[in-house]
């Protein structure tokens, strides 16, 4: 194995840039070229057809077939023109990935290229593979796919993508876009509702999402020489070099002249796609780095980060490289995140978390500011369940990322305000009053933009104009969080509009009325604000005290989906029902304990095919050498020591890996699946890992540098 190691890193010496050329100076002359978007649609489609598209697309609603028609008539000649050959119905099952089947326009039937409405609208893929939580037995093959139109119709390679969502023969969400997509419906409905308390003219909310992807980018021979990087996209062992992050110098640094060239590369086929990246850096993490786009509707970014994950690492193909998007590649450094800045915005162009400069105005803002805060109070569980994964719980609480706890970060004027808000609940307000002077709401327009500072600590921080999720993790599909905070805001939007309804029909005063129910809200919700260092263990007590949740392992975190508040929930908006809800829960067991498996097999793998061989190799060298020092009476006892110390790290290494496989036979017989997945989290990973990698790690110290089977940090994390 070392000399794999060594021809990697001879590899790395002699890479050369691979040389990039946009198609023109101006991203302008060619972004969304391979998109059927809106302006395509306008220049392709009749005046009558692309109306009634476009209508469909804003008012979520179907396509007659007759329409149907039209559209794929049209986007089959446009992309013929740019050499397509095949189509597929792209989607996102609950592999977390997306998926696709090719299906070529030539019918040999009828000798010519074709693609009808309905093969546009609809398919059916085999959906028998694909996890299901139970839905679907193997050999209840049939499944369907139905084309989103509000997502643009793209070319990837010489293949038109058709974006859909994926259910069951009997109905059930197979997917993750389904009930993405009825989330988004459930918080447009309440938040117009909520508007019109103060402006009439608001008839649609669409919720905005620009998420900030995180990624290391390592040499692909040295990504090939690690079988854990392969295999489980983390390294399961390493020691840390003797040079990180804590100099702070890669963040924000000149970017590598070599990746540099790659960003660019993935960029111009991204800006090909209409994907509107924006922001690249270097991230704090040695050979970490991000990327982020424009602000665009929930469905359309959700979908745009889905395709730059699979973009990227091809691109990153033709120049040698290899992208993780793992949440934590590296021990002891930053890991991935995927912070998703959310926020409301009406189609009279009002985001509704925009403090403005009138006071009036900010009274909208309150009410969307303080009911968001009193959802994720209420829902804190939910949403933390929202980012589990295997991948995450590695990265959560560690090295800049905000715990498992979920609290929401305001800033110092924001929390003054509130506090305002809540304690002027004595006073008495005479009919003539200046109501907002009173309450100290005339505080609110010196806020402005960018009056509260950020909290890089928090998971959930007001940032200006939106709230930042930043506990996402950095290999996930958006799509799941985004459908958790979008229905919990669009709960208790409905509560809040219900309340204040009541209250104006007892003939109070509209705008006391919205102050009662927000203070109301302010007051039972206030647990969940915290300005700090989410990082401190001060913290951690704090929320202990408070009652805030702390689940570090995803088996327990995963409890929270199918809680009968959560059914409920996810029932009363028709967003998921109970099985669908019952059947993720078992999916996201499942992914769990098969993710901890593999990370447990290559561990035992490497470890005694790798290591053990390759430390008593070595202490065999130490052995002849101390033996020859003895023969010519010259004192052999560090020798001897060191030996010694090979000797027990090795024992331990064996002893522990052979435990860690009959712990992992034992846990395999459990039937129940979340009773397995606690016991991988508890008795497998919890147990074992970070022994096994402590004695492993102590053994590249140790053992001589060209013996060393794996490639090292500074190694992955320094040649480029």
């Given amino acids: 194995m070392a000399h794999i190691r060594h021809q990697a890193l001879k590899h790395v010496q002699t890479r050369e840039k691979v040389q990039v050329k946009p198609p023109s100076n101006k991203i302008s002359d060619y972004f969304g070229r391979l998109t059927f978007g809106i302006e395509q649609m306008r220049a392709s489609l009749s005046p009558e057809i692309f109306k ?184 399961v062992y390493g020691h840390n070099p003797a040079r990180g992050q804590q100099l702070d110098d890669h963040y924000f640094g000149s970017i590598p002249s070599r990746i540099y060239n790659f960003m660019k590369d993935f960029e111009i086929h991204a800006h090909d796609l209409g994907i509107p990246l924006r922001t690249r850096h270097n991230e704090v993490a040695p050979s970490q780095f991000e990327v982020a786009p424009m602000f665009g509707p929930v469905n359309v970014s959700t979908d745009q980060n889905q395709l730059l994950k699979d973009l990227m690492p091809r691109v990153a193909g033709n120049h040698n490289l290899k992208v993780l998007f793992h949440e934590k590649p590296f021990a002891g450094l930053n890991g991935n995140g995927k912070h998703n800045n959310w926020s409301l915005i009406t189609d009279t162009g009002v985001n509704l978390f925009q ?111 939106k709230f930042e999720f930043r506990a996402v993790g950095g290999d996930a599909n958006v799509s799941v969080p985004m459908t958790v905070l979008n229905l919990i805001v669009a709960e208790q939007l409905r509560d809040f509009h219900k309340k204040v309804t009541k209250l104006t029909d007892d003939d109070q005063d509209k705008r006391l009325a919205v102050i009662e129910v927000l203070r109301d809200y302010i007051k039972s919700s206030k647990k969940i604000r915290f300005e700090g260092d989410n990082y401190s263990e001060e913290w951690v007590r704090e929320a202990e005290k408070r009652g805030l949740s702390n689940v570090k392992d995803t088996p327990k975190a995963l409890d929270f989906w199918i809680s009968e508040k959560a059914q409920k929930l996810f029932e009363r908006h028709k967003v998921l029902n109970e099985v669908e809800l019952e059947a993720r829960h078992e999916v996201m067991l499942e992914n769990y304990i098969m993710k901890v498996q593999i990370e447990s097999r290559v561990m035992g793998d490497l470890a005694m095919n790798h290591i053990i061989p390759t430390a008593i190799a070595y202490q065999n060298k130490l052995v002849q050498n101390a033996n020859g020092l003895k023969d010519l009476g010259i004192d052999a006892s560090e020798i001897i020591k060191t030996i010694s110390e090979i000797s027990k790290h090795v024992s331990n290494i064996r002893k522990l890996s052979h435990d860690m496989v009959e712990e992992r036979k034992r846990v395999n017989l459990i039937e129940n699946t979340r009773d397995k997945a606690i016991e991988y989290a508890d008795s497998v990973k919890g147990k074992y890992f970070d022994d096994i990698r402590y004695a492993v790690d102590k053994l590249e110290q140790m053992v001589d540098d060209e013996d060393w089977p794996l490639i090292k940090y500074r190694e992955l994390l320094f040649l480029r």
């Avoid at 009634?52 to 396509?63: G, L, P, W, Y």
């Avoid at 509000?150 to 974006?163: E, M």
């Avoid at 909208?364 to 719980?393: H, P, Q, W």
């Fill in 52 to 235: 009634k598209v476009d209508r469909a697309i804003k008012d979520r609603k179907k396509i007659d077939n007759g329409t149907a028609d039209a559209v794929a008539a049209a986007v089959r000649v446009w992309a013929m023109d740019k050499g397509v050959t095949h189509y597929t119905h792209w989607f996102q099952p609950l592999t977390g990935a997306t998926a696709e089947k090719h299906d070529a326009f030539y019918d040999p039937i009828k000798g010519i290229e074709n693609l009808k409405g309905s093969e546009l609208v609809q398919q059916e893929p085999d959906a028998s593979s694909f996890p299901s939580g139970g839905i679907r037995t193997t050999f209840e093959a049939r499944g369907y796919t139905a084309w989103d139109p509000s997502s643009p119709i793209f070319i990837y390679g010489s293949t038109l993508c058709i974006p859909t969502i994926f259910v069951s023969y009997t109905g059930e969400a197979l997917d993750n876009k389904a009930p993405l997509l009825k989330a988004l419906d459930a918080v447009d409905k309440a938040a117009t509702k909520v508007c019109k308390i103060f402006d009439r003219n608001v008839t649609k909310v669409n919720a905005s999402l620009g998420w900030e992807q995180e990624y290391f980018v390592v040499d692909e021979a040295l990504f090939n020489a690690r079988p854990d990087l392969i295999l489980g996209g983390r390294t």
């Fill in 355 to 465: 403090p403005t400069g009138s006071a009036r105005e900010n009274l909208m803002f309150l009410t969307f500011l303080v009911c968001t805060i009193k959802a994720v109070y209420e829902y804190a569980d939910l949403l933390r369940a929202s980012i589990a994964s295997s991948g995450n719980d590695h990265r959560l609480g560690a090295n800049e990322a905000p715990p498992a706890i979920i609290s929401i970060f305001l800033g110092s004027t924001l929390n003054g305000v509130l506090d305002e808000l809540e304690n002027n609940g004595n006073i008495k307000i005479e009919k003539g009053d200046n109501l907002y002077m009173k309450l100290g709401i005339d505080q609110i327009p010196e806020i402005m933009l960018d009056n509260t500072d950020r909290n890089r600590t928090s998971p959930f921080a007001f940032t200006g104009n």
